[in-house]
Nanobody
Framework: QVQLVESGGGLVQPGGSLRLSCVAS????????MGWYRQAAGKQRELVAT??????NYADSVKGRFTISRDYGKNTVSLQMNSLTPEDTAVYYC????????WGQGTQVTVSS
C-alpha cells in the first residue's frame, strides 16, 4: 500500500501562482504514472497532469500554464501552477499508478479575488 501526502494548496487571486507537492511513502517505478487530478464542486474528477518515464501528459485546459515535475529519488511529484483562473478552483489529488491506484487525501485550491 502506498500513502500519498499532498501539500501546498490555498487561496490565490486570479493570475497568481501556487505550487503543489506530493510525497509517496515508497518508491514508484519510473514507468508507472504519478501526477495530479482535480475535482471541482459538482463535477467529475479529471486529469490535470501525469508523468511517467520522463514524459509529461497535460490536460488541454492547463497546457502552457502548469508544469509537472517528478523527483524519482525523493518519491515526489510537484505541480507548478501559473496564471490561475477561477476555473482552476478544485480539490487537487495526488495520484500514483502501478499494481494498484493510489490517491492522496486532496488539497483545496481556490482561485478568487
Amino acid at each position: 500500500q502506498v500513502q500519498l501526502v499532498e501539500s501546498g494548496g490555498g487561496l490565490v487571486q486570479p493570475g497568481g501562482s501556487l505550487r503543489l507537492s506530493c510525497v509517496a511513502s515508497s518508491a514508484i517505478y519510473t514507468f508507472y504514472p504519478m501526477g495530479w487530478y482535480r475535482q471541482a464542486a459538482g463535477k467529475q474528477r479529471e486529469l490535470v497532469a501525469t508523468e511517467s518515464s520522463g514524459t509529461p501528459n497535460y490536460a488541454d485546459s492547463v497546457k502552457g500554464r502548469f508544469t509537472i515535475s517528478r523527483d524519482y529519488g525523493k518519491n515526489t511529484v510537484s505541480l507548478q501552477m501559473n496564471s490561475l483562473t477561477p476555473e482552476d478552483t478544485a480539490v487537487y489529488y495526488c495520484y500514483a499508478g502501478g499494481r494498484g491506484q493510489f490517491w492522496g487525501q486532496g488539497t483545496q485550491v481556490t482561485v478568487s479575488s
